[in-house]
C-alpha cells in the first residue's frame, strides 16, 4: 500500500499534468486534502509532506481532529465542505476558516452572527446541485443568483465562489459538461456584478475534467488518504477502542 507521501506525490504530478494540459498554472489551484473519517495522526502526516489544507463533513468529527492538531493551528487551514445544520452554525462560525457548502439564506445568516466581529471573515462558498440530484444538497443554478446577493450583504462572511459534487461518472466528457456548467454559471454571477475568485470542483476521480474547466480548488480524498471504506473502518475501531 502507497504511503500518504507517496500519494501526495502522485496528486502533485496528476494536478501538474491536468494544468499543463489546460495550459494553466499550477500556483493557480489549491488542493484541498479532505480529511474525513481518516485520523488526525494521518493529516498529522499530510502536513509534514506539504499539504496545509484539510476539508471536512462532519462537525463533531472535525472539532476532535482540531483538538487533537491544535499545536498546528496556526499551520492548518480548515474547510467544511459537508452539509451544514442550522444548529451548528454557531461552532463552525467560530472554529472553521472556510465553508464550502452554504444552499440556504438561514444557514448563511446564522454564520455571520456568530462569527466574532474581531475574526476575520469566514470564506464561503455556495454549493449549486448541478446535477438536479434529489440525494445531494445545493441550492438550484436558477437560485443561485439571489442567494450570491443576499450573502454578499454580509461583513462577517466573504463569498468566494461556487462549490458542487458533480454526477458520478467515468465518461471524461460528461465529468467536464457538469464542471462547466458551475463555471458557466460563476462566469454568469460574475457578469451581473457578484465578484468570485473560486471554482470548487474536482475529487480524485475527476481532477483532470475540473482543472480543465477552471477549478481553483479540487477536493482529494481518496487518492491521498486511501479508500474511505477502509478508513472509516479505522476511525470507528479508533473511536470504540
Known sequence: MATIAQNVQQ???RIAAACAAAQR????LT???VSKTCSAQAIREAHANG??????????????KMSELADLRAKLQWHLIGPLQSNK????AQSFDWVHSIDRIKVAERLDAARS???????VCIQ?????????????????????RSISKFSRLKLRGLMAIPPASDDRAQQRRYCAILRDLKDDLTAAGIALDTLSMGMSSDLEAAVAEGATIVRIGTAIFGPRAARFSKRIEEITR
Open 117 to 123: 466581529s474581531l475574526s476575520t471573515p469566514l470564506q
Open 89 to 92: 452554525t454557531r461552532v463552525v
Open 31 to 33: 488542493l484541498l486534502a
Open 51 to 64: 499539504l496545509s489544507r484539510f476539508g471536512e463533513n462532519y462537525v463533531q468529527e472535525a472539532l476532535d
Open 128 to 148: 449549486v446541485n448541478i446535477g438536479d440530484e434529489e440525494t445531494k444538497a445545493g441550492v438550484s443554478p436558477a437560485d443561485a443568483l439571489a442567494l450570491a
Open 11 to 13: 496528486v502533485s504530478e
Open 25 to 28: 498554472r499550477v500556483e493557480d
